[in-house]
């Protein structure tokens, strides 16, 4: 990729200990520009920020930063779809900037182009059930066959499912379909956790990885957390699939919230842990998700995919009032691939559908992914 003449400049504001990107964002909005910041005065810039800020940014930087910087344009060199995003460059997300607490720098890796689709945040827990799996991958496959790219954060769970599933779309209708970008909190040369190296390579060959973090960072705590803004800040709304109360997509949620975009969480049996963080979220007043194309009309994000424009999830059959998939569910456990191919009806209305039929009493989950009717309860 090639390098642009303030690159270094953004990698050496970027690396500079002690400037946060709410200080870098008023330093350039004071000064107009990253050439202008670095020939300003030691007096003009402690002016805006203070005279730590100011010496930080009027001395040469340490050895640490220099490495930094030089690693930086070194793999800029490597590949030409390795670029480096700042302020200044023309793909920078429109929306993270705006959110007042972008990073100086993103890393990126793979299709730019994505950064100017309409974007779909989706999160949810490491440890899900088979079911949010499930859901995970039908709903992403679902928006990013409409041109919505999913974003996400490559983490096991509901995370590495949404990637996967829109990236099943992009592979059958690579022209039109969103695709998905992973924003990770590890230098962008790492993947973690080391189980999705598969899925990582995917990405950076059909979709976009996104980092702020310097080269060869490692897994660090902290850092997972503070990567979160990204996620929804690059997207119109954050849908929640499947969360306990202490799934750290409820961070994303919540900043989401913070930076006025819309939050969606996916309903699921009022018994499971695995859906407390959803219910939480929806009683704080999250909209309620029964199908993808519940978020595609919400957010306006475009025409809807043949797999999410089907009939509603709550369809019912009119002789029964209940919903036609029950027909196909007995006592014996069912995978919902079977419940598919049985009923004929698309991924992501069956899942949701299990779901509101789960809520109703009349089918239960079973570990696996697996599904039977609940047997009805004599009357004492």
């Not at 569910?329 to 009806?345: F, G, K, N, Q, W």
Request: contains cysteine; aromatic residues 4%.
């Amino acid at each position: 990729m090639t390098i642009h003449a303030d690159d270094p400049l953004f990698l050496r504001l970027a690396f500079t200990r002690g400037v946060s990107a709410r200080v870098a964002h008023k330093l350039l909005s004071e000064l107009g520009d990253i050439n202008t910041l670095f020939a300003a005065s030691t007096g003009t810039i402690a002016g805006i920020a203070g005279d730590a800020v100011a010496r930080a940014l009027t001395t040469a930087p340490d050895g640490t930063a220099a490495s930094l910087i030089d690693a930086a344009l070194a793999w800029l060199n490597e590949a030409e779809d390795q670029h480096l995003l700042t302020w200044a460059h023309p793909a920078f997300p429109a929306l993270l900037l705006e959110s007042g607490d972008a990073p100086v720098i993103l890393f990126a890796k793979g299709r730019l182009d994505l950064l100017e689709r309409p974007a779909l945040a989706m999160v949810g827990s490491r440890n899900c059930s088979q079911g949010g799996t499930d859901t995970a991958e039908a709903f992403a496959e679902a928006f990013s066959a409409s041109g919505v790219t999913v974003v996400s954060g490559l983490a096991q769970g509901i995370d590495a499912a949404a990637h996967a599933g829109a990236l099943r779309a992009a592979a059958k209708q690579s022209a039109t379909a969103g695709s998905t970008i992973a924003v990770v909190g590890t230098g962008i040369d790492r993947v973690y956790p080391a189980k999705n190296k598969v899925l990582a390579h995917s990405i950076a060959e059909q979709g976009l990885i996104l980092s702020e973090y310097p080269l060869g960072t490692p897994p660090l705590a902290e850092n997972f957390p503070r990567r979160n803004r990204i996620i929804s800040g690059l997207a119109r709304g954050v849908l929640v699939v499947e969360a306990s109360m202490a799934s750290g997509s409820l961070i994303t949620a919540r900043l989401a919230g913070e930076q006025g975009r819309e939050v969606f969480a996916i309903p699921g049996s009022i018994h499971s842990t695995f859906h407390k963080g959803c219910h939480h979220l929806i009683k704080q007043g999250a909209k309620l998700v029964e199908t993808a194309q519940d978020v595609i009309e919400e957010l306006q994000l475009g025409a809807a995919s043949s797999a999410a424009a089907g009939q509603s999830a709550a369809t019912v059959n009119e002789a029964t009032g209940m919903s036609p998939l029950l027909e196909y569910i007995e006592h014996t456990p069912i995978d919902v691939d079977a419940l598919v191919a049985r009923s004929s009806l698309p991924i992501d209305q069956v899942v949701t559908e299990l779901t509101l039929l789960e809520l109703a009493g009349n089918v239960e989950s079973l570990p696996g992914g697996l599904w039977q009717r609940r047997a009805k309860r004599e009357r004492a």
